[in-house]
């Protein structure tokens, strides 16, 4: 993985090791049912994140607005309100942890993190459902998870032609943001290649095994969300329910690929996952530059 730092709050957060990125789920029509948990109960919500922290997840990801195929709209106040409920329960269970908000309107994201406390802004569209939000994070000089998307999440697996290949197509795009993000001064990007966003089944995979090449190129720190995702249940026949053991298995595969954030739903298992792929790189050559892990 690459090293990096992270600006929260005014202090530097030195990474040297994969962090592992805990789901506190506040959507009611999250693709996998298990991980849902009601906006309305502060207590559920409490019970979660101090759960996804006990477990020894190194950051919270609190999202109010399901991006899934398909997804109903949901409303910038009701958004906001689920986010709020996510980001109390967070600080509540554990106020050391940083948080990120998961959204694509700028103005939650400025919201979240001007007005709630949330310290990193992970948007999925990449800046294309929002004109403003890459002014807003340079205004808000948070850390930004910039991810590869297409479309909307209604059309997005339209949108699936790469006439170079699909880790070229992502590469190309994100670098393009890239750019525009560095002319507005915004200096914590990390990067997601958007694994089940505007990509097939076999496009996904195609993606993950040139992963070492894609963070090579854009050469900043990656995230990877491949948790219970389709990309592993339905070529198994299977339920998000039933993709902890695959999910596992592409974790590790990001890892060797060079990923610095895993974000999941389980957080115990990545965790193990972590500690086991670091064990091995102390006996493999180090053959990835992993230094200090």
């Known amino acids: 993985m690459k090293q990096f730092s992270l600006n929260i709050k005014g202090e530097r957060l030195s990474v040297d090791r994969p962090l592992v990125m805990g789901i506190l789920n506040v ?45 109903e709209e949901v409303l910038k106040a009701e958004e906001l309100r689920r986010i709020e409920a996510g980001i109390k329960a967070a600080r509540t269970a554990a106020p050391e942890i940083p948080i990120s908000v998961d959204t694509f309107r700028a103005s939650v994201a400025r919201e979240a993190v001007a007005g709630l406390g949330a310290d990193i802004v992970n948007d999925v569209s ?39 290949g699909v880790a070229a197509g992502v590469v190309a ?72 053991p695959g999910t596992t298995a592409l974790n590790v595969l990001a890892l060797e690929g060079g990923a610095s954030i895993l974000r999941v739903h389980d957080v115990a298992e990545a965790v193990q996952a972590v500690k086991v792929w670091m064990m091995y790189e102390r006996f493999s050559g180090n053959k990835h530059n992993n230094s200090g892990l």
């Open 27 to 71: 959507t009611p029509d999250s693709f996998y049912a298990a991980s849902r948990t009601p906006a309305d109960s502060a207590d559920a919500l409490r019970l979660r994140a101090e759960r996804i922290a006990a477990e020894g997840a190194d950051l919270f990801e609190i999202g109010g607005y399901s991006t899934r195929p398909g997804a």
């Open 126 to 164: 990449g800046g294309m459902l929002d004109a403003s939000m890459f002014d807003t994070v340079a205004d808000l000089r948070c850390p930004y998870i910039l991810m590869h998307m297409r479309g909307t999440p209604a059309d997005m697996l339209s949108l699936t032609d790469y006439p170079a």
């Open 173 to 244: 795009e994100l670098s393009g943001k890239l750019r525009e993000l560095a002319l507005r001064g915004v200096a914590d990007v990390i990067v997601d290649p958007g694994f089940g966003f505007a990509k097939t089944a076999e496009q996904n995979y195609e993606l993950m095994a040139a992963l070492p090449e894609v963070g090579r190129l854009l050469d900043r720190p990656m995230l990877v969300g491949v948790s219970r995702k389709s990309m592993i249940y339905r070529p198994l026949g299977i339920t998000p329910a039933e993709a902890l």
